[in-house]
């Protein structure tokens, strides 16, 4: 399994990025996915979370209702749409995938991990 995180970048508090994690030998029609944000000097935590029969999802209270987390079965992809971004968004973020079709906010229950993409907010 690999998954390949892309489109991270620098932006302008306001501004909006979309995160890409293109999967390989990991279909997205079961299990669930997440994305993790990880800032200098601080701990691995929970954005967002799907599980992909029912497509329930999980966001963190930091980030309801400005990112969207969805998944493209055809292009095997998961996405993070992150809008009004704030100088505290500024992080690491990684997508994960786990096997089993629950929703998880702990880094710790996922297996699969992308290689993190640099999302910096200038204030």
């Known amino acids: 399994v690999q998954l390949q995180a892309s489109g991270g970048g620098l932006v302008q508090t306001g501004g909006s990025l979309t995160l890409s994690c293109a999967a390989s030998g990991f279909s997205l029609d079961y299990g669930a996915l997440g994305w993790f944000r990880q800032a200098p000097g601080k701990g691995r935590e929970v954005v967002s979370c799907?599980?992909?029969?029912?497509?329930?999802?999980f966001y963190a209270n930091s980030v309801k209702g400005r990112f969207t987390i969805s998944r493209d079965n055809v292009k095997n992809t998961m996405y993070l749409q992150m809008n009004s971004l704030k100088p505290e968004d500024t992080a690491v973020y990684f997508c994960a995938a786990r096997n089993q079709p629950i929703i998880s906010t702990s880094p710790a229950d996922f297996i699969y991990w992308g290689q993190g993409t640099l999302v910096t907010v200038s204030s």
């Open positions: 799907m599980r992909l029969r029912g497509g329930d999802t």
